[in-house]
């Protein structure tokens, strides 16, 4: 089955611990992103990739970073975290038709940061 | 600036009853816009691709427009099931593939 899988789905931890959320696609797309989801603010893109070792900033990239060293895989990580971090995480895959690459999400992460 | 702006916030229909989401862009170029469909706690399921203004696409109750400023996502005879937040994203021409913004949705309610 066709899918990007992320984790861990739910995640709670403190200010100033050192994680990461994994992402993995099975589609052999060349394109990956990571975006944050809040209330009243949407959907807001972190980072995106275009291939391997090849990232770029999105829209909202302060106290992200993340890494891209195999096709399939796309980790964000989180070397501070603090609690306006505190949100839901979606991580995407796409490839290019020539006219445009539709993104297919994953399931979400659920981070809190006490 | 906002580059994508979806209205209303949030619509409530009564089962049956058709309606219309909007989302408005103002990038200089457009390469696709991008209709999604998010359940609540789970990641946007991908509805429909426009390119180009003119274009129509459906499915089942929906079917996405576009025009050059404005894409409308009609809900015709709606169910219960298609309540939902509908989202539409746009990927502006000259931009890396993979750079996506999206608007804010639009909450749907169908009422039984």
């Known amino acids: 089955e066709a899918q990007v899988t992320q984790n861990p789905r739910y995640l709670i931890t403190v200010t100033g611990k050192k994680l990461t959320v994994t992402c993995s696609q099975n589609?052999?797309?060349?394109?990956m992103s990571w975006y944050r989801q809040d209330p009243g603010l949407g959907l807001r893109q972190i980072y995106y990739s275009m291939n391997v070792e090849v990232t770029d900033k999105g829209d909202v990239p302060e106290g992200y970073k993340v890494s891209r060293k195999e096709k399939r895989n796309f980790p964000l990580i989180l070397e501070s975290p603090s609690p306006n971090q505190t949100s839901l995480y979606f991580c995407?895959?796409?490839?290019?038709?020539?006219?445009?690459?539709?993104?297919?999400f994953g399931p979400g992460t659920r981070l809190t940061v006490l | 600036e906002d580059q994508v702006t979806q209205s209303p916030e949030a619509l409530r229909l009564q089962e049956g009853e058709s309606s219309s989401l909007n989302c408005s862009y103002t990038?200089?170029?457009?390469?696709?816009l991008f209709w999604y469909r998010q359940d609540p706690g789970k990641g946007p399921e991908f509805l429909f691709t426009?390119?180009?203004a003119g274009e129509e696409k459906e499915k089942e109750r929906l079917k996405a427009t576009l025009t050059k400023k404005e894409s409308f996502l009609h809900i015709t005879a709606p169910k219960p099931e298609d309540s939902a937040t509908y989202l539409c994203?746009?990927?502006?021409?000259?931009?890396?593939?993979?750079?996506?913004?999206f608007g804010q949705g639009t909450i749907l309610t169908v009422h039984p």
């Open positions: 589609m052999n797309h060349e394109y």
């Open positions: 995407a895959s796409s490839h290019s038709t020539g006219k445009g690459d539709t993104q297919y």
């Open positions: 426009l390119y180009s």
């Open positions: 994203a746009v990927q502006e021409s000259g931009t890396s593939y993979g750079k996506l913004t």
């Open positions: 990038v200089s170029g457009l390469r696709g």
